[in-house]
């Protein structure tokens, strides 16, 4: 695998999952055109309280 190939896929999966939720999450707040790093930071967010969240449960809190 080529690191270009890699760095397609990241950014791919970047901008499919992770942007993506965040514009429509910032979008239900009414917030049509949030700047890219805005949505990435929410998107990033969203990830991670989905992720403490599946940990919460598998521990059982």
């Known amino acids: 695998m080529s690191s270009r ?8 999966l970047i901008e499919t999952f992770v942007t993506a939720i965040g514009r429509r999450l910032l979008w239900e707040m009414n ?13 990033l967010v969203f990830w991670a ?7 919460a449960a598998v521990l059982g809190w």
Do not use: M, Q
């Open 31 to 43: 917030e049509y055109d949030p700047p890219e790093i805005v949505s990435l930071v929410i998107g």
């Open 5 to 12: 190939f890699v760095r397609d896929l990241f950014s791919f």
């Open 49 to 55: 309280l989905v992720v403490l969240l599946v940990y």
